[in-house]
């Protein structure tokens, strides 16, 4: 029988065997009645899926596309034989949000700043305005490709890409990953250390090489930032408040426009009424949220050839952790590695009672917040 392995159980294995063998052995996780980012980078996943299989329907070099689009744990799913796929989603995003108790909306305002529909649509606007010259240079090929090769003797290394294109102006296969975050802060340096596309790549490439003829030659990572920019707020005398700058040039030029398109009234600094005027779009402001520093705080993109020793290094990696888990699944304990990551461990608290109550003490997983996946 074959095993597999997937970037986030070597990953988990990496952090501490304890946690991996919880999560992959004994199929434990998290009671969480919200989790806001992994369901809103679900939808936001699927927006940006369903737009890569539109361009690559139009531009005719579209050679894999799921029968379906996934959207959030027990959510709709958005079969991709629509013709307006994107409308398609957002659709499913409205109903699924009306469907939502209040309770479980709070969580998502509270961290997006606005409803998740109403976000998503912001984004993929945004989205579009900042990489509609780059799509202009792509040709998508397939998208959402899931793969299976085998990493050694009984393991297989499983895994989806979120997109396989053509880069028209280098002349060169990609495969890119779709992520979306509160902030964004990653750099090549990071993209290099980080396996999950490296070894994406080398698993997909004889998928891709046997549809196009082609073997993948870079990795790109597609960064979002997934809060709504804040409003901007004007002092009495006129200026742009201080206390709020995280807001991009689109709320900029829509909030400096004024209710009436004519700008924003300000009551001045003298009570007698005489300093106050009225607020419009500043040219400089202007050209410092244009800027590329200013634009890559909301979406940025990495572009990096696809260098064999670096994967060589990955696969390395991936098999010498593929045996470190044997050896825990052989464990009657799984070893634990203690640091300061554990206080945001999952399994911190059923860890601790385990460590504190003896290796043979057994303990109910709903008691320390946990439930056993099927």
């Given amino acids: ?51 890569a299989i539109e361009r690559g329907r139009a531009s005719g ?28 989603v957002l659709a499913a995003a409205d109903t699924w949000w009306a469907s939502l108790p209040e309770e479980d909306r709070q969580p998502y305002l509270d961290k997006l700043h ?4 109403d976000n998503l649509r912001r984004m993929h606007a945004a989205y579009l305005d900042r990489w509609h010259e780059e799509q202009e240079q792509e040709e998508v090929v397939a998208v959402e490709v899931r793969f299976s090769r085998p990493l050694r003797d009984g393991v297989d290394l499983v895994g989806q890409v979120d997109l ?3 880069d028209t102006r280098r002349g060169l296969l990609v495969v890119r990953d779709v992520k979306g975050g509160k902030s964004l802060s990653r750099n090549m340096a990071d993209d290099l250390m980080d396996s999950q596309l490296h070894l994406y790549a080398w698993g997909v490439n004889p998928l891709v090489k046997e549809w196009t003829g082609e073997s993948i030659r870079a990795v790109a990572y597609d960064r979002a930032r997934t809060v709504a920019p804040k409003s901007p707020k004007l002092t009495k005398g006129g200026t742009l408040s201080k206390s709020v700058t995280d807001f991009d040039l689109s709320t900029y030029l829509s909030f400096a426009a004024g209710e009436d398109g004519a700008g924003v009234p300000f009551e ?20 410092r949220l244009s800027s590329r520093e200013a634009r890559q705080t909301w979406f940025d993109r990495t572009l990096a050839p696809l260098n064999t020793n670096v994967v060589r290094a990955h696969l390395e990696a991936a098999r010498d952790t593929v045996d470190d888990t044997m050896r825990t699944r052989e464990r009657t304990h799984p070893a634990r590695n203690f640091t300061a ?5 999952d399994f911190l608290s059923i860890c601790r009672a385990q460590v504190i109550g003896g290796r043979d003490v057994d303990f109910e997983p709903e008691d320390h917040g946990l439930i056993r996946r099927s």
């Fill in 1 to 51: 029988m074959t095993d597999v392995a997937s970037y986030s159980s070597l990953t988990a294995h990496r952090q501490c065997p304890a946690k991996w063998s919880y999560a992959y052995v004994d199929r434990l996780a998290k009671v969480e009645r919200v989790r806001v980012e992994l369901s809103y980078g679900s939808w936001w996943h699927a927006v940006r899926a369903a737009d």
């Fill in 61 to 88: 070099t579209l050679m894999h596309v799921p029968k379906s689009l996934s959207t959030v744990d027990d959510g709709p799913r958005v079969s991709t034989k629509h013709a307006d796929l994107v409308t398609e």
């Fill in 114 to 117: 606005s409803p998740v529909p």
């Fill in 164 to 166: 396989v294109y053509r």
């Fill in 268 to 287: 001045g600094t003298k009570k007698d009424g005489t300093g106050a005027g009225v607020y419009t779009a500043e040219q400089s402001v202007i050209e």
């Fill in 341 to 345: 990551a554990c206080q945001w461990c």
